[in-house]
């Protein structure tokens, strides 16, 4: 026996769905900064600034490592950059988008022990792993994690930030 279904619930649904998408939407225009927001960035419109280390350049896409939650920032490295031995509290994933980028583990800068990651590599370290970077070519990382987020150098006396 063929059932026949009245449409007309369905209909109720669709525009009860298309009615609160729409007041979402419109809600969504009046966000305070605290909220989450949609983000849509290419990569022209990247807004480059002084990065926390000499030389270097960071975008924050979305959160802030100081605080707690996610957040993604790249960091553009010139040719020929050395990232000393550091850590961070919390996990560490880069995934590199142009050039290679070099790492290594350990608390000694030692080339000989580093793995050479292309564009298109990811990596992921996790919190307090000792590890060191350094670029031959300009290099643009991601790094994804979550807040609170820092760099520590192993060695107080290496951090570059204190040379300046």
Known sequence: MKTQYSKAPMIIVLVMSLSF???AMAQEEGKSPDEP???LTSPGELQWR???????????M???PKNPGPFTMRLKL???YKIPPHWHPAD??????SGTFNVGRGDRFDQANGK???TGSFMLMPPKMKHFAWVKEETIIQINGVGPWALNFVNPADDPRKKQ
């Open 21 to 23: 998408w729409s007041a």
């Open 37 to 39: 927001q949609h983000v």
């Open 50 to 60: 002084d990065g926390p280390l000499p030389g270097t350049q960071l975008v924050v």
């Open 62 to 64: 979305e959160g802030n």
């Open 78 to 80: 010139p040719a020929d």
């Open 92 to 97: 560490e994933r880069v995934t590199v988008i």
């Open 116 to 118: 050479m990651l292309p």
